[in-house]
């Protein structure tokens, strides 16, 4: 049970985030930093770290995003650099979706026949994760609450074209097991790939802030300020974030909170968030000469 009050709003969200990003920031060296998936920067100190590093660069497939934090940094001390913005894929697998997908469209007018094949190609898809062009390696990487979104922004262009050609058909989306299953393993592998793709972007000695939203629950109203749930789920691998990270990793930081998010879906008030989070060295990086 939850009181619906300030302690667990949006805003304790963000100002948690930026806590914990800017103690990050002090144990980095203050040469070169990057934020991968920053959106539009609501949980992110982005300003601070503009005047705090050399080279601040900001990653993100949501180009308008990346857009309106370029023009907002225009009346900082430190404005953004347009070539350190980059709008790209963090995964490097959109592209192969959209090009191979639509392919299985063609001769499957079954819907489980097509989902079949979808699995099957996202059980051998190799992503391509990002790095920059010239190999450049970072003191600090931030990555807030981006670990769930990168199957999900995938396993959404799969449904998508879906719908446009079975729009009649939804229900296997939800209950066809073996789509299912290949998406739970597929955004697993994804994530644990991923994390381990970050520390090839470190500098030696380089730090990492990662946070995720590790627990879901849907909320029911009681009274006027009381909100309830029957149980949560997990949307990450374990419940426990620092589970992704290799046995020699030093985790310096690590922190949770939640925060409920309102509004009303089917018969839900709305959602309660539980959010994990680490600044940690990997081993390599420790070790690396």
């Given at each position: 049970m939850f009181e619906n009050g300030v302690d667990h709003d949006l805003e304790t969200h963000k100002t948690k985030s930026v806590e914990l990003i800017n103690t990050a920031a002090e144990l980095a060296s203050s040469n070169s930093?990057?934020?991968l998936g920053c959106g539009?920067?609501?949980e992110i100190p982005i300003r601070e770290l503009s005047q705090r590093f050399e080279s601040l660069e900001l990653l993100d497939i949501d180009e308008r995003a990346l857009g309106q934090v370029f023009q907002q940094s225009k009346t900082w001390q430190v404005p953004l650099q347009q070539n350190r913005v980059y709008h790209a894929d963090i995964t490097g697998l959109?592209?192969?979706i959209d090009r191979k997908i639509p392919e299985f469209v063609a001769d499957n007018p079954d819907p489980f026949s097509f989902l079949l094949l979808c699995a099957k190609w996202l059980d051998t898809a190799e992503p391509e994760f990002w790095r920059s062009n010239t190999g450049k390696h970072y003191d600090l990487?931030?990555?807030?609450?981006?670990l769930t979104q990168l199957q999900a922004l995938l396993r959404e262009r799969v449904e998508c074209i879906f719908s446009q050609h079975y729009p009649n058909s939804m229900k296997p989306l939800d209950n066809f097991q073996p789509w299912l299953d290949s998406i739970w393993q597929f955004a697993r592998r994804l994530e644990t790939g991923?994390?381990?793709h970050l520390s090839t972007l470190l500098k030696p000695g380089g730090i990492i802030?990662?946070?995720?939203?590790v627990h879901v629950s849907w909320?029911?109203?009681t009274s006027?300020?009381?909100l309830i749930t029957d149980g949560k789920w997990i949307a990450t691998a374990t419940n426990r974030l620092k589970d992704y990270l290799m046995s020699g990793d030093r985790i310096l930081h690590e922190k949770h909170w939640d925060w409920i998010r309102p509004g009303r879906e089917r018969d839900f008030w709305g959602r309660l968030y539980g959010v994990q989070a680490l600044i940690y060295q990997p081993q390599n990086e420790r070790t690396r000469a």
């Open positions: 930093a990057i934020v539009l920067c609501a959109l592209e192969k990487i931030v990555v807030s609450t981006v991923f994390i381990r802030y990662l946070s995720a939203t909320l029911t109203q006027e300020n009381t």
